[in-house]
T-cell receptor, first 118, second 110 residues
Framework: GAGVSQSPRYKVAKRGQDVALRCDPI?????LFWYQQALGQGPEFLTY????????KSGLPSDRFFAERPEGSVSTLKIQRTQQEDSAVYLC????????????????FGPGTRLTVL | RKEVEQDPGPFNVPEGATVAFNCTYS??????FFWYRQDCRKEPKLLMS???SGNEDGRFTAQLNRASQYISLLIRDSKLSDSATYLC???????????FGPGTRLSVLP
């Protein structure tokens, strides 16, 4: 079946430009996560949705970053007034149910969007 | 101090070698632990969960030591296809997010 898809796969933006990154999770997956991965580093958590509710946005680095999932499926990560330090791979992951405190469902990752800010 | 730390690597080993990776975490409230594998320019994929009693999956063995806040991954009889970056992942009980370590890169040489 189809996995998590992300678009665009590559994005080059001029400093100050706004960008929007899209994530299509696996159909029926309740939970959706966004991560930022800098070169040579592990992914860093940005935000988490359960259905359409954004339950945790503690990882968003500044108020220039905004994420939404209005209908509980597709999600968009928007970065306003991009800066060079925003250059990274943005990964989206989905899982079939939220973390309940005692159980876990595997997170399936999309291929990522590589953002380069010039 | 970072929340999750790993051996810096890279590890370059010959085919057939046994290699071990270490991971330490700082939050004693951490509840769940995993190893993910990430190939170059690809997305991370779950390799295995880590259970308190230790667990094995073929050539791979994971161990957890809660007292020392330490996780390990052992790969026996390494194959060329094992070449990748291995990411240690920790979930705490107060959040829903995964905390990834920086990863350890492994190159298995012919």
């Amino acid at each position: 079946g189809a996995g998590v898809s992300q678009s665009p796969r590559y994005k080059v933006a001029k400093r100050g430009q706004d960008v929007a990154l899209r994530c299509d999770p696996i159909s029926g997956h309740v939970s959706l996560f966004w991560y930022q991965q800098a070169l040579g580093q592990g992914p860093e958590f940005l935000t988490y949705f359960q259905n359409e509710a954004q339950l945790d946005k503690s990882g968003l680095p500044s108020d220039r970053f905004f994420a939404e999932r209005p209908e509980g499926s597709v999600s968009t990560l928007k970065i306003q007034r991009t800066q060079q330090e925003d250059s990274a791979v943005y990964l989206c992951a989905s899982s079939s149910q939220g973390y309940s405190g005692s159980s876990y469902n595997e997170q399936f990752f999309g291929p990522g969007t590589r953002l380069t800010v010039l | 101090r970072k929340e999750v730390e790993q051996d810096p690597g890279p590890f370059n080993v010959p085919e057939g070698a046994t290699v071990a990776f270490n991971c330490t975490y700082s939050n004693s409230a951490s509840q769940s632990f995993f190893w993910y594998r990430q190939d170059c320019r690809k997305e991370p994929k779950l390799l295995m969960s880590v259970y308190s009693s230790g667990n094995e999956d073929g050539r791979f063995t994971a161990q957890l030591n809660r007292a020392s806040q330490y996780i390990s991954l052992l790969i026996r009889d390494s194959k060329l296809s094992d070449s990748a970056t291995y990411l240690c992942v920790v979930i705490t009980d107060y959040g829903q997010n995964f905390v990834f370590g920086p990863g350890t890169r492994l190159s298995v040489l012919p």
